[in-house]
């Protein structure tokens, strides 16, 4: 087992007077192929993962948040589901560097609300609870779209592969922006082919359209005419 590409750089904390939250920012990457087994670095991805939903990566040294929200060593499955949720409802968000020497683009995760160690237990238990209900309705809906074989269980691969393609939408767009329309450009920055490239589109777009089946809102699709 091996994560090939997963890594955090060094948190970039931003403090404001007054202020409850700090964002933080750090960059992952890990691919499905790359989650087939081995407890140790399983543990540590799952961490990783669990240090962004919760907000304690770049918190400070005392902040009280931890696990308090309920997302720290379950399984990888519901900590990827938990960040997709955090993204969808606005408390996180992806962004996007490109990398001068392979011309590929990194993930950027910021958290919008580190809670403040001046916050009393009640106060805590009270911005938690909120965060909770607005989240876990999206990750009972994200379960059934993740849910690729109908067990009605979401194994881990199928969370990572489920959340590949959440972020390809704000990733690609992100690149066009950029790169513009040629097919062949951004293929490269999304370091695959142009045929993935062409797929990942398509699975972007059918994820959009059974999510607006269940009622999930806030996805649209992909409007790209495949230049190139």
């Excluded at 993204?87 to 919008?112: P, Q, R, W």
């Excluded at 938690?128 to 309705?137: N, Y």
């Excluded at 074989?149 to 194994?155: M, N, T």
């Excluded at 649209?220 to 190139?228: C, D, F, L, R, V």
Aim: glycine residues 10%; charged residues 25%.
């Amino acid at each position: 087992m091996s994560i090939k590409s997963f890594h955090l750089t060094k948190p970039l904390v931003t403090h404001r007077a007054g202020a409850r939250s700090a964002p933080i920012v750090f960059a992952g990457e890990a691919s499905v192929r790359d989650i087939e087994g081995g407890i140790n670095m399983k543990l540590i991805f799952l961490l990783a993962l669990a240090m962004f939903v919760s907000g304690t990566v770049g918190c400070g040294e005392d902040s009280p948040e931890g696990d308090v929200e309920g997302v720290g060593a379950r399984d990888i499955a519901t900590a990827q589901l938990n960040t997709v949720a955090y993204i969808h409802v606005g408390l996180a968000t992806i962004s996007f560097t490109k990398d001068s020497d392979s011309e590929s683009y990194t993930t950027l995760y910021s958290s919008n609300g580190c809670l403040s160690p001046h916050l009393t237990a009640e106060e805590r238990g009270q911005i938690v609870a909120e965060r909770r209900t607005k989240i876990d309705p999206v990750v009972t809906k994200m379960k059934v779209l993740a849910d690729a074989d109908g067990s009605g269980a979401v194994s881990d691969k199928e969370a990572a592969e489920f959340r590949r393609i959440y972020e390809f939408g704000p990733r690609f767009r992100a690149i066009k922006e950029i790169e513009g329309d040629l097919a062949e450009l951004i293929a490269k920055a999304c370091n695959m082919s142009v045929n993935g490239l062409r797929e990942s589109v398509s699975a972007y777009n059918q994820l959009v359209e059974r999510a607006e089946e269940i009622g999930l809102k806030g996805l649209a699709k992909i409007e790209w005419s495949g230049s190139g």
